[in-house]
């Protein structure tokens, strides 16, 4: 089986996502970050390692489902602009929760 | 004494950084020979990336949570902690996933980037993105290291 560049690129932007959303969501509900680490007993232990689990899963599953060919700049593209504006989402957020 | 692996997760993280500069320079104007050398950048990226994520990894959890943090929090510039540590600490997480992205586009579009220009304008943009967030990682660490410092003159801990 071989993997399409593209769903790599996908898959990078939902693990991206996936991070954003476990470490707001365990910045805002105590008992999810207690969860997270006792899957490993450290919470960004946890994070890093489902969000490895995730880009393999996704990446096999997305890489298999989407076609090599397209337009590989633009995913290149969504996947730089995504990773500036959720780096600043979560410097916003934890400028908010400091301040708030 | 500091941790020594607070020296080898910077040391990565700066051989990371270089090594996507030097991806974006070898494509800016491609051949084949500089496609050849910006695979090996984008290897060395994702090596580097891994291995500083190791190193910072397990000092984050068994020196700067147990010893260093508390001098942060209780010294004059506890945002040092609480806004630019907890922001490097997760947004470090997107950078190996990227650099897996530009290796691949690189292993898999090189010799098309000789005549296609939006497959060497993908490389280009995510090494790019690559290098800025990288590059403020080390901005961030600098001023965490201005909040342990702060701490101590100030007696914190």
């Not at chain 2, 990336?49 to 190193?55: G, K, N």
């Amino acid at each position: 089986m071989r993997i399409s560049t593209r769903g790599i690129g996908y898959s990078a932007i939902a693990t991206m996502v996936l991070i954003t959303l476990l470490t707001i969501g365990g910045e805002l509900s105590e008992p999810f970050k207690t969860s997270l680490a006792s899957l490993t007993g450290h919470h960004w232990v946890s994070k890093g390692v489902l969000s490895l689990v995730a880009f393999a899963v996704l990446s096999a599953v997305l890489g298999a489902a989407l076609k090599e060919e397209g337009n590989i700049r633009k995913t290149s593209y969504i996947v730089s602009a995504s990773a500036i504006v959720l780096a600043a989402v979560i410097f916003g957020f934890f400028v908010f929760e400091f301040f708030a | 004494m500091p941790d020594i692996l607070i020296g080898v997760h910077a040391a990565l993280g700066e051989l990371a950084i270089l090594a996507s500069l030097w991806v974006f320079v070898e494509l800016l104007n491609p051949s084949q020979e500089r496609v050849k050398r910006a695979k090996i950048g984008a290897i060395a990226i994702v090596v580097f990336l891994f291995a500083s994520w190791v190193a910072g990894g397990t000092y984050y959890v068994n020196t700067y949570g147990p010893s260093v943090k508390p001098i942060i929090k209780a010294g004059p510039q506890p945002w040092a902690h609480a806004i630019f540590t907890e922001t490097k600490e997760h947004v470090f997480l997107f950078l190996p996933f990227m650099s897996i992205l530009l290796l691949a586009i690189i292993s898999r579009y090189g010799a098309a980037m000789l005549k296609d220009r939006s497959m060497q304008y993908a490389a280009l943009a995510l090494s790019l993105a690559i290098f800025l967030i990288a590059l403020s990682m080390v901005g961030m660490g600098y001023v965490i290291s201005t909040g342990v410092r702060a701490g101590l003159e100030a007696g914190a801990v």
